[in-house]
């Protein structure tokens, strides 16, 4: 981009309005022709006597500064490269940290990584209080740190805990709660933004110098000011770290060690630790992978799953079927998240009183961690609605059914549903195991029939499925896609088969990991052996989370626990005991009731080559029936359905890493041991016959 063409600047009354717009781009991020700009600028404002100050905003409507640009982290070639990049970005800042003008910023909107990094070097930071601002330093996220000096500054303006709490966490914070937290000095509502910023920087032009207090007590001096309480908050940072990440992601670790060092060293210093080791990590494999995955997720954004999708419906009225755990978390996060009136319908009215409290904890828990304010809550909780007939399902644009998965029932569901709701409305079912076209087969209007399907619970899980039949009208695709995506979830398209797609790659993995138990290896050993590679809990937790649906298929040493009425956490009593919704240890009689004992079973090393091996091969069959449109969709959606682990990039990536050859070879082997389940799918061999990858 041509230099000078993001910045421009007028003069009112001695302040400099400078205004961001990156021309053509929907949000500001700072690339090395911005820096560029930037700096020209500020050196014509420091030239022009007639400037005193200077109030900086966004030209974008609802964004401030999305932060550096990521993707020239992807073209660069060496660590060294990448620790020039943060140090030019240092440089650019220090210049504006140490500007002779003062300069107040009025924010709105996005600011993140490098636009946080910029704030934090003015002097005076206003926000607006709308739920489009939001502040954070998400580089961790990327496998990187924050290179600009917000490993420095962040702790110096708010305390090396709080600093580490949103850094380390990779958080982003409402305008309100980074108030609270001091990282801006003045809340405002939206209306009053500019004229508020321009009176800040007026009011500083003339000598007025901000005055900060320190946030949180005296339990925060004493830890943040005195070397040794910022010794165990240190120690305590980094314990916390490792328990997270299990050592598999190296950002976390870098960016303590860059606060750390800047506050034992000086600013000075720890600048030049930050750029050394943001160099070093955004080298790092973690780190190509994440930013892939940021990548694949903001196409996601857009993309409807069909070519030349035709426009969405707007809905403003949902009706939810079922008012169980999955229908009321449905409607909770409808409500919460897309704002729409939500009527929840089931057969008697205990039913529907329960999934209604249960649909409002959504909002409770939302309240709590001040997502929302009280004012909006109340809102919120009004617009949820329910009884025990259709009443106000006319008025729904979309009907979401989450009753008991059996396809009489919902073939039920869909014809009372067309008898209540209007001609157009879209009728979605969450069911995880039936095949859409089966339920379709009941409707009178099947083009108006499409799967939605959620994990529990609704309101964590990023992840939902849409499963067109093979009728399903273009339209009602849209529609389900950009709902989804309204009650903040990553909306992949999926094929009308078997498990879908999630569903499809667990059950082998779920399956072999009965296989192993029956080979003797012990629960525990089984869950710790996959949290080591990557994944959040392991298979046994996992079915214990998920509970029957997917269970119904795995090995038969899974389904006798299961007969037993040890449903998983749901019912209290899975292979874990549950209390209080804790998870206790592993329950000892659930090896009875399987008829195994733990006896050491296979080597470490083969139960995970056992355990990821049969699910790549499952996800590459998977891939060649078209189930997933692409690699991109299929590795998304295994990151955000089960916690496949994001810094191996998803199955396909990890299988294109291990490479088909030697994927096949591997498969081949275990099929001689294990039989034919192990058997290498033919989208593997014909990769390996030809050298190709999932991704070119
Ligand atoms: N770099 C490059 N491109 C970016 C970007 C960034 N930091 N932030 C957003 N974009 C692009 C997206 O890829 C997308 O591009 P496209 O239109 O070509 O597909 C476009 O901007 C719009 O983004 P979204 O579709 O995501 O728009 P939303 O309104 O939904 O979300 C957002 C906006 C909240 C800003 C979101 O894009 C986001 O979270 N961005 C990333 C923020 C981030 O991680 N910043 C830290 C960067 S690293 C850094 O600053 C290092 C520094 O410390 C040295």
Redesign the pocket.
Known sequence: MASGAALTWTLTDGVAVVTFDLPG???N?ISRAVKQDVLATFEALERDRAVEAVAFFSGKPD?FI??????EFVEIASAAEAERL?AD?QALLERVAAFSKPIAVGIHG?C????L?FALACRYRVASDHPKT?LG???V??G?L???G?CQRLPRLIGARAALDLILGAKVERAAQAFRLGIVDELVHPAILKDITLAAAKRMARGWRPQRRRRGGLLAWLLDRNPLGRRLVFRTARRQVLAKTGGNYPAPLAALEAVEHGLRHGIREGLKREAQL?GQLAVTDVSRKLVQI??AT??L??DFGIPSPPPPVAVSRLGVVGAGFMGAGIAGTAVAQAGVDVRLKDAGLPQVAKGLAAAREVLDDRLKRRRISPYEYTRLVAQLSGGESYAGFGRAELVIEAVFEDLAVKQAVVREVEGAASERAAFASNTSTIPIHRIAEAARRPEQVIGMHFFSPVARMPLLEVIPAARTAPAVISTAVAFGRRMGKTAIVVKDSPGFWINRILTPYMNEAGHLLAAGVAIEELDQLMVHFGFPVGPITLLDEVGMDVAEKVAGVMHAALKAGRLGRKAGKGFYRYSGGKKGGVDAAVYELIGTQPNGGPRPAEVIQRLVLVMLNEAARAVGEGIVRSPRDGDIGAIFGFGFPPFRGGPLRHADDLGAARLVGELERLAERYGARFAPSDVLRDQARRGTKFYS
Request: proline content about 8%; aromatic content about 8%.
């Open positions: 781009e929907p949000v991020k964004s999305a932060g550096a640009d990521i993707a943060a970005g996005a993140l990584g490098g636009g990094e939001q330093l998400p580089e996220q990327l990187l924050p290179g600009a917000g943001f940021f990548f903001t196409a954004k857009k």
